[in-house]
C-alpha cells in the first residue's frame, strides 16, 4: 500500500504540473487555481515522505522539468519580448537602442515573418519601451534564435538552458549544504516547488537562473574562493539586479578586506558585462524602462498599495510616481542600517538576514508577480522559516487578476487582501514560534551535526 501511495502522489504532482502548463486560457483561473493547489499539496507531502532518497527526488523534480518543456508558457506573453530582443541583437541591432515600435517602422529588416509574429505577441507596453534585461539575460534570448525562425523550437531550447543552469544549481547547492553539514536533500524545498518550475519552466522566467547563479556564487564565497565566487555573483546580478540587496551583509560576516575585494570584482565584472551592450548612449533608454518597475504597476502590491492610496487622499491625482522611489529608498536605508549595524557571526545569521531583507523588499514592492518570491524562496532553505514557501503558494491566486482582465478590479484586490493577510498573519506566528512549527521544514531538522562555516 506505500508504494501505490507514493507511485499515486509522484504522478498526482507531475500531472497537476502539467495540466497547469496545459491550459492555454489563462482565464480559466478555477481549473488552474485547482491543479496548481494539487501540486503544491503533493509537493508538501513529497518533502514529509522519508522513503524517497536524493535521487528519487532529482527524477521527479526532472519529470515534472520535461512535462513543463512541450508547451508555449500560457501565463505570461514576456516570451515574445525574450525572443524579439535576441533575433535583433543577431541582426546587430541594440535592443537598448530601439523599441519594438521603432524598429517595425524600419524596411531593413530581415526575417520579417518570424518579427511579425513576435510584435504581434509583445505587450502594448513593452512595444513601446526599450529592453530592460541585462546583457547576460540577453544570451538566453539570443542562443534559441540561432536554430530556427520557430517560436515553438526556440522556446524549447530556451527552456532547456533554463533547465540545464538549474541543475547547476541543484549541484552547487547540494555542495554548499553538504559544507554546511546540512542534509542535502533540504534543496528540494526550492527545486520540488511548483511555483519555480511553472514559473520558469513553464513561462520562461528568469528568477530560477539568477538564484542557481546565486548558489554556486555562494558556494564559491563560503569555501574562501573569493574571486570566481564574486564574478558568478556579477553573473547573477546581470540575469536580475536584484542580489545587489544582499551584498551589504558580506561586510560584517567577512574581515573588511576581503568583502570590499569581492565588492570590487563584482562591480569591474557587472560595469564590464554591461558594456557589452550598454553605452553613455542607451543607459538612459535601460534605465526608463526599469523605471516602469517603480511608476506604472502596482500589480499584487499590498502595503505599498494602501501607503499609495493614502497619500492619494491628499492629492488630486495617482502618486505612484513619486511614493515608488520614496518607498524604495526607505526599504534601501532599513536594509542598509540593519546591514551595517548588526554583525553576522554565522552562516545561519548571515543568510537569514539576507532572507529577511529581501522579504522586506518584496513586501513593500510596488509590484508582485508570482515569479518575484522564487528568489526568497531560495534564502528560506538556509533557515528555520518556512512563510516563504507559504507564499509561493497564496500568491499564485493573484493570477484571479486575468480572469477579469483587469487588476484593480474589488475583487482582485479581495483575493489579494486576503492573500497578504494570511502570509502576515503566519510571518508573525512564525516569527514568534522562531521558526516553522513543522519540523521537516526547518533547516535544524536537516543538520547533521551542529556546525558553522
Not at 273 to 288: C, H, R
Not at 309 to 329: A, C, D, E, M, R
Not at 355 to 382: C, D, K, N, R
Request: proline content about 4%; aromatic content about 20%; overall charge positive.
Amino acid at each position: 500500500m506505500g508504494a501505490i501511495w507514493r507511485l499515486g502522489l509522484i504522478l498526482c504532482f507531475i500531472t497537476s504540473i502539467f495540466l497547469v502548463n496545459w491550459e492555454v486560457d489563462r482565464t480559466n483561473f478555477g481549473f488552474i487555481a485547482l491543479f496548481y493547489s494539487l501540486a503544491f499539496g503533493s509537493y508538501v507531502l513529497l518533502l514529509r515522505e522519508n522513503r524517497f532518497s536524493f535521487r528519487h527526488l532529482l527524477l521527479i523534480a526532472l519529470g515534472a522539468q520535461v512535462v513543463s518543456m512541450i508547451y508555449l508558457p500560457n501565463l505570461s506573453e514576456d516570451y515574445f519580448r525574450f525572443l524579439w530582443d535576441g533575433k535583433i541583437t543577431l541582426q546587430g541591432i541594440n535592443p537598448f537602442d530601439y523599441t519594438p515600435n521603432e524598429l517595425m517602422e524600419r524596411e531593413y529588416l530581415v526575417d520579417r515573418t518570424y518579427l511579425n509574429e513576435l510584435y504581434a505577441g509583445i505587450s502594448d507596453l513593452s512595444k513601446q519601451h526599450y529592453s530592460c534585461y541585462p546583457p547576460v539575460n540577453q544570451l538566453y534570448f539570443i542562443l534559441p534564435n540561432l536554430f530556427s525562425n520557430s517560436i515553438v523550437l526556440n522556446m524549447m531550447v530556451m527552456k532547456l538552458l533554463i533547465v540545464l543552469t538549474e541543475l547547476a544549481g541543484i549541484f552547487y547547492l547540494r555542495k554548499l549544504l553538504l559544507h554546511f553539514k546540512v542534509d542535502p536533500k533540504r534543496l528540494w524545498l526550492v527545486y520540488l516547488n511548483p511555483l519555480l518550475i511553472i514559473e520558469c519552466t513553464g513561462n520562461v522566467h528568469f528568477e530560477g537562473v539568477m538564484l542557481s547563479l546565486l548558489f554556486i556564487s555562494l558556494y564559491f564565497i563560503f569555501t574562501s574562493r573569493f574571486i570566481l565566487g564574486a564574478f558568478i555573483f556579477a553573473l547573477a546580478v546581470q540575469i536580475k539586479l536584484v542580489p545587489l540587496i544582499l551584498l551589504p551583509f558580506f561586510l560584517r560576516y567577512f574581515p573588511w578586506k576581503k568583502a570590499f575585494g569581492m565588492y570590487f570584482v563584482i562591480g569591474g565584472s557587472v560595469i564590464g558585462l554591461s558594456l557589452t551592450q550598454l553605452n553613455p548612449g542607451n543607459i538612459a533608454n535601460f534605465l526608463d524602462s526599469l523605471a516602469l518597475y517603480f511608476q506604472n504597476f502596482g500589480f499584487n502590491s499590498f502595503v505599498f498599495h494602501y501607503i499609495n492610496k493614502t497619500v492619494q487622499f491628499f492629492t488630486h491625482y495617482n502618486p505612484l510616481g513619486f511614493t515608488g522611489p520614496i518607498v524604495s529608498l526607505v526599504v534601501m536605508g532599513t536594509i542598509l542600517f540593519v546591514a551595517f549595524k548588526f554583525e553576522s557571526k554565522t552562516w545561519k545569521v548571515l543568510l537569514k538576514r539576507m532572507f529577511f531583507a529581501f522579504f522586506l523588499y518584496l513586501i513593500m514592492g510596488t509590484t508582485l508577480h508570482p515569479w518575484y518570491v522564487i528568489p526568497l524562496l531560495g534564502l528560506s532553505a538556509f533557515t528555520n522559516y518556512a512563510f516563504a514557501m507559504v507564499w509561493s503558494f497564496l500568491i499564485f491566486f493573484s493570477y484571479f487578476a486575468y480572469m477579469n482582465g483587469f487588476y484593480h478590479s474589488f475583487e482582485t484586490r479581495l483575493i489579494v487582501n486576503i492573500e497578504y493577510i494570511l502570509l502576515l498573519a503566519y510571518v508573525v506566528y512564525e516569527w514568534r514560534k522562531k521558526g516553522s512549527p513543522f519540523t521537516f521544514l526547518r533547516v535544524d531538522h536537516y543538520l547533521q551535526r551542529s556546525s558553522e562555516s
